[in-house]
Structures are given as structure tokens and as C-alpha cells.
């Protein structure tokens, strides 16, 4: 399992849950590659680096952030996008 970061975060990047995670799997990393932080509209937790700590969930402002298992339906494509970012 994986936290996957959802709908409510496109055009917010509020960067806050990066900013806390443990394992810096939530990418794009503002300070490490700022135009790819511009060009894209959501930030992605990689699935593979994800520690299911849970530390980002209650950080995010918009609530855009979900175990894999509990995304709501209409939400679920955005597990398979946060998987394609990272291939």
C-alpha cells in the first residue's frame, strides 16, 4: 500500500506535505528542480519510496492526500497517475 495524492491538489502544490514527509517521496521537490515544480499541477507520491507513515496526510490543506486502498471512487485514476509520474 501507498499514499496517493488526489484531485484537490491540482494547481494548490501547497508543498507543505513534501516539505514533512520522512523519505522526501513526494515529488516534484520544489528546491531541487523549480521549473519542474511550475510545470506540473500536482505534486506525486512515489510508490515505491512511500514509507505509508501517514506524517503528510494531516499536513495537506485540501485533503488530497489518501491511502491507495481508501481513495474515493470518482478519485481512483489518480493512483495510476501518481504510479506513471515515476516511470
Do not use: G, S
Not at 496517493?4 to 507543505?16: M, N, S
Not at 507513515?53 to 471512487?73: G, T
Amino acid at each position: 500500500m501507498t499514499y496517493v495524492i488526489c484531485e484537490p491538489c491540482i494547481d494548490v502544490k501547497d508543498h507543505i506535505c513534501a516539505e514533512v514527509c520522512p523519505v522526501e517521496c513526494i515529488h516534484p521537490m520544489r528546491d531541487e528542480d523549480p521549473n519542474e515544480f511550475e510545470e506540473v499541477e500536482q505534486l506525486y507520491i512515489d510508490p515505491e519510496e512511500c514509507i505509508d507513515c501517514h506524517v503528510c496526510v494531516p499536513e495537506c490543506p485540501v485533503e488530497a492526500i489518501y491511502m491507495d486502498d481508501d481513495v474515493p471512487e470518482e478519485w481512483e485514476h489518480f493512483i495510476q497517475i501518481n504510479a506513471d509520474y515515476f516511470q
